[in-house]
């Protein structure tokens, strides 16, 4: 297996644009996880799907954000509009099983720049 | 709100000695615990887990210790060596909840 996949690895785009992050995890995980790294917050999760589905998006920093699962092997992330605060490097995981007490493989995430 | 906790952003230690990285958390409720290990450009990897109802767990080179009454992770690495340098993250779940700590990048000198 590919191990999990995204696209772009890196972004740079001006404030106030659309940014579109994707994630292609591994065939057969259940559960698929985004995050968002920063050096002041370390890793912050920001949603979780279940079968496709969005069980946990408590932390989606601002209707800003949207996240979507349309099938078992493609999600999005967008930013509309984004802001410069949003510069980081988001990753994507997946896993199998129930949930957090499985390991997460992690793909190899998207560098984001906001100007 | 930090509810995991790497108080120690970096770390160096020479080839061959123990390395020793920490972790605090703040929510007793956390049942389960991880060490991730991230290279440059890479994203993070599962190292080794704990459950709360043990307080050591083993793999190789790798101990993880947890302290419930001081809310504190440890993990080791003996003998260290330098293609263990890296950002070692701890994560902490709970049911739906689950948090990362902020990192400490760890430099194995040969």
């Known amino acids: 297996d590919a191990g999990v996949i995204q696209s772009p690895r890196h972004e740079v785009t001006e404030m106030g644009q659309e940014v579109t992050l994707r994630c292609k995890p591994i065939?057969?995980?259940?559960?698929l996880f985004w995050y968002r790294q920063t050096m002041m917050r370390g890793l912050e999760l920001l949603i979780y799907f279940n079968n496709n589905v969005p069980i946990d998006d408590s932390g989606m920093p601002e209707d800003r954000f949207s996240a979507k699962m349309p099938n078992a092997s493609f999600s999005t992330l967008k930013i509309q509009p984004s802001e410069p605060r949003d510069s980081a490097v988001y990753f994507c995981?997946?896993?199998?099983?129930?949930?957090?007490?499985?390991?997460?493989?992690f793909g190899p995430g998207t560098r984001l720049t906001v100007l | 709100d930090q509810q995991v906790k790497q108080n120690s952003p970096s770390l160096s230690v020479q080839e061959g000695r123990i390395s020793i990285l920490n972790c605090d958390y703040t929510n007793s409720m956390f049942d389960y615990f991880l060490w991730y290990k991230k290279y440059p450009a890479e994203g993070p990897t599962f190292l080794i887990s704990i459950s709360s109802i043990k307080d050591k767990n083993e793999d190789g080179r790798f101990t993880v210790f947890l302290n419930k009454s001081a809310k504190h992770l440890s993990l080791h690495i003996v003998p260290s060596q330098p293609g263990d340098s890296a950002v070692y993250f701890c994560?902490?779940?709970?049911?739906?909840?689950?948090?990362f700590g902020t990192g400490t990048s760890l430099t194995v000198i040969p």
């Open positions: 065939s057969g995980h259940d559960y």
């Open positions: 995981a997946s896993s199998l099983g129930q949930g957090y007490t499985d390991t997460q493989y």
């Open positions: 994560a902490a779940s709970a049911g739906n909840q689950f948090y």
